[in-house]
DNA sequence: TTTTACATACATCCGTGCATGTATGTAAAT
DNA sequence: ATTTACATACATGCACGGATGTATGTAAAA
């Protein structure tokens, strides 16, 4: 076939990208193989072996893509609330629920990373890359908790580490059930209640 | 091969239950094959032919086997606090926490749940079961947030379905962030004070 | 002219499902 | 008590499709 200019190339990889987050979000990404892609991308294997290594690079390329705008979208809440670490904290979970709601491309991810896919060894390097990405995150915001507890915000006695877990835990769990099936809630309206109910359990249980 | 009396043909039928579970657990279901599991199970993929009509109803006979061990101690929960709809809630969330960390099979299987399976159209009428257990589940935890609601034991304003589905998804997240990394933090002893947080959330924040 | 951006073709491997073989358990007939 | 007639509990082998990776072709961009 003909060569085309980098823009062109530039527009295949990305329809690529496009119908791979399809395709993996409905059928799973063990249980889809390569050609579908390129079928539903409308073109053919080379063009995707051209442009990434194999099916877990062209996965790590989808996971880059959403990345980098919610991390902007995080700092910026940051930003918002310099001064009050648990309005960041707020602030920063409330973004995230509604995100997945809003964002498609940040909810077809989300579909994958929690329904469409297997931890398996061979996407260990993709998954530690996700994980760490995380934990970055995590740590972030055991920060703000640390912050709040020193700033009066929340009980002396709270524990940071579990704080940030829970939170962690309870947004994924969120998310995880909401993919399950989106009619059964409404998570963007839903999303201010159900944090500010967690936040407040920190309040008033936090030593037990 | 010679036939084997009922009885060992029983423990033959165990003992791939046992290989699926581990194999599946590790390498995911989708990246397994049956031989895989006959020679974990130290059989032949005509073994597992034999006892099941394919990977499918193989991995359904896996959560029959936690399941009903599942039900009966939740049941036992709910008689031990007859009296009592809000410590009914508190008691039966800290048990799923702490049975996932204890009870082997039913880890594992959560594991599978979780991590190492892909909700794909195969795998369907399976799911369709998975969920409507859950749904099961689901309901009957709402009716004890009625009841908790209607002895006073929880604000009049409280969304018995919003609080069912908030408690779930934590439970949800919590499992799935300990099982992939079990030491970063111990969910059997942290389980009453992370559920504890939840349920005080919903006391304070009912209303917003 | 060289490199790019693919399409096409090919070789290899693997998993599934099924068909078949087979030796023993088991219950009833004798 | 033996024998008979199956049913059972697997093991084995084969045919088939499908997925991957790579090698090669090719026409236009640079």
Redesign the pocket.
């Known amino acids: 076939?003909?060569?085309?200019?980098?823009e062109?190339?530039r527009e295949?990889?990305s329809q690529v990208l496009d119908a791979a987050e399809q395709v993996f979000s409905q059928k799973g990404v063990t249980n889809t193989?390569?050609?579908e892609i390129a079928i539903a991308a409308g073109?053919?294997?080379?063009?995707i072996?051209?442009?990434f290594k194999?099916?877990y690079e062209l996965i790590a390329a989808l996971l880059e893509r959403v990345k980098l705008p919610l991390d902007d979208m995080l700092a910026a809440q940051g930003a918002d609330h310099a001064d009050d670490p648990l309005g960041q904290i707020r602030a920063k979970s409330i973004t995230v629920l509604q995100r997945c709601v809003s964002d498609t491309h940040l909810r077809a991810v989300c579909t994958i990373l929690f329904h469409k896919c297997e931890r398996i060894a061979d996407a260990q390097p993709l998954m530690d890359r996700h994980l760490a990405s995380r934990a970055d995150c995590a740590q972030e915001l055991e920060g703000n908790f640390s912050a709040a507890i020193a700033a009066g915000q929340l009980p002396a006695d709270t524990d940071p580490k579990l704080a940030t877990l829970g939170l962690f835990s309870y947004i994924d769990g969120l998310i995880y059930n909401w993919l399950l099936d989106p009619d059964q809630f409404h998570l963007a309206e839903a999303a201010p209640r159900l944090v500010e109910t967690y936040l407040c359990g920190l309040s008033c249980a936090a030593g037990r």
């Open positions: 076939m003909a060569r085309k200019t980098k062109e190339a295949t990889r193989s390569l050609n073109v053919t294997r080379g063009a072996y051209w442009h194999n099916k």
